[in-house]
Structures are given as C-alpha cells and as structure tokens.
C-alpha cells in the first residue's frame, strides 16, 4: 500500500509541470538584415526606395490576450538629425547620403518616420502570435546632396534597435536583431538637346549667319564628364569647320563653337571637346554656330545631323 501513495505522489507533481512552464509570455522582433538600396542614381529629383519586413513573434501568453509590442530604431552608425530625420549612411568617412526610415511607405510623402512604433498583437488560441509591419526606406538626398560611392550604416541590436512589450504597455524587454542599410551611388548622365535653326538666308551669302543649339547634360554630383560633336552626315573634311549641310547634291559649310566669338572649334576630338563636372542637376552649354559667309545656296531646305556624345 506504501508503494503505491508513493507512486501517486510522483504522477501528480509530473502532471504539474505543464502548466508551470507555460506561464510566460515572451516576445522578439527580428528586422530584415539588410535593407539595400543597390546601385542607385540621384539625379534630378528621382527618389529611391526599398523596404523590409519587421518580424514580431509573441508565444507563451493567454490566448486571447492584447500585447502591446513596441519597436525603437536609433541613428545608426552614420548618425541623423534632431528626431531622428534624417538620417545618414557614411561612405569611406568623409561623404554622406541623406535617406529615411518609416512606418509608411514614401518619406517624400509624408510617412511617420520610425523612431518609436507600437503594434497591437492578439494572441490566438495556442497563446502565440506574429505580425509582420514593413520598415520602409527612402533615400532623401537629391542633385547637389550625392556623390558617387558605397554608403551604409549599421543598426546594432540593444543599442540601435530596441524592443519591448507587454500585456498592459512596453514594460518588458524582448529580443532584437541587428540590420544594415545601405546603397552604392553609380555615377550616370542625361542629355538633351535643341535643334539649331538658322532659318531663312539668302542663296548670296556674303556675311556669317550665326545662331545657337543647346546641351542641357545632367551627370552624377561631383562626376567628371565630356562632351563631344560628330561632323555631321558630309563633312568636307576632318575637324569641326568641315561640316556641311546638304539640300540633295547641294551642300552648304557651317561651323560649331564654344565660344560666341566662334573661334574654339568644338569637335569630337581629345582638344575640341567640352569638358565639365556634374553637380546631381542640369548644366546648360551653349553651342555657338554659324553658317560662313562667301557662299552662294540653290534655293531649298538644308539640313544635317550630328551626334552628341557624353563620356563619364
């Protein structure tokens, strides 16, 4: 009889167990480990965006059971301005990208940026429970505020990012994972150009008909580019004087310059070509041209057609 009170005993305190250990709700929240912009350009205006889920993970609660669960993102290691915008990532110590997190998508557009956000979780019938809110970034520096290069900044787990939560507010600490942000500025140009029209001459041409074109080029901030002018679809000969506009068999000579005095020839060679660095917006180069004086035209339309090149 002794034997079996004793064996009772033991079942009864194995059959406790259980319910001890379930007792606890614990909470974490795990970020995307890198949000990556990739190669990137910023010219003109053009905003870049990625975003990343934020993982929060409840169990061991009661079912049932509204948790509070709140997710704090600091500065980083590339730091940011008064409230947390915006915020900067670093490239070789010296330049920075401006760019910002958010609960919303698009900075731009008004989203709440992400210094302290709370989510609500219920727990379901086995006392768990998983969200996924999405962190979304955009980088905000445009034009002048980017130059080529790698930048990153680096979000550190319990100092960086921080997580709490609890039944009745953000009273207890949870776990948290570390994550990186970062994008490589490539460098890139744009161009546009104007057509130039010297409208209507005489056939007799004794003096120089002078008009314009422009080139409007839009590189990286701080990129060095160059710009050069084909000869034309019938050129006389090599070099920039040598272009002809044609009108069928019949041609007429004309010449592109740098200069309004129209004595810097502007070609497609290594010493007739424009040189400039890009400030992230457009750059307006004027083309000064002029039809030569002692020609004489049939009647008609001329025309031709150079190509602009820009080299970076």
């Not at 490539?186 to 041409?205: E, K, L, R």
């Amino acid at each position: 009889m002794l034997r079996f009170f004793v064996l009772i005993v033991i079942l009864s305190v194995g059959a406790l167990l259980p319910v001890s250990a379930r007792a606890g709700l614990v909470c974490e929240a795990n970020i995307a480990s890198s949000l990556n912009f990739g190669n990137i350009s910023v010219r003109d205006g053009r905003r870049e965006q990625t975003s990343g889920p934020v993982t929060i993970s409840c169990f061991g609660g009661t079912p049932g059971t509204v948790v509070q669960a709140c997710v704090t993102i600091g500065a980083g290691s590339g730091g940011a301005g008064p409230g947390q915008s915006p915020r900067y990532m670093i490239s070789d110590g010296t330049a920075s990208l401006q760019y910002q997190l958010t609960a919303q998508n698009g900075a731009s557009s008004g989203g709440v940026t992400w210094d302290m956000v709370e989510h609500t979780i219920t727990l379901n019938a086995d006392g768990s429970a998983m969200i996924a809110p999405t962190l979304y970034a955009e980088v905000t520096s445009i034009g002048a505020l980017a130059t080529a290069g790698t930048y990153s900044s680096r979000f550190e787990a319990g100092s960086d990012v921080q997580f709490s939560y609890g039944e009745n507010g953000c009273d207890h600490s949870g776990g948290a994972s570390a994550f990186t942000v970062g994008a490589v500025v490539t460098t890139s140009c744009a161009v546009d150009v104007s057509s130039m029209d010297f409208g209507v001459i005489d056939t007799a041409i004794a003096d120089p008909v002078h008009n314009t074109a422009s080139i409007n080029v839009s590189c990286t901030n701080g990129s060095a580019y160059n710009i050069g002018i084909g000869s034309g679809l019938q050129p006389a000969n090599a070099g920039p004087t040598g272009r002809r506009m044609a009108n069928g068999a019949n041609l007429l000579a004309y010449g592109l310059y740098h200069d309004r005095s129209r004595t810097s020839d502007w070609g497609d060679s290594p010493a007739t070509i424009a040189a400039g660095t890009g400030t992230g917006g457009d750059q307006t180069l004027t083309v000064f041209g002029s039809i030569f004086g002692n020609q004489s035209a049939s009647i008609g339309t001329y025309s031709d057609t150079v190509v602009v090149t820009v080299s970076y």
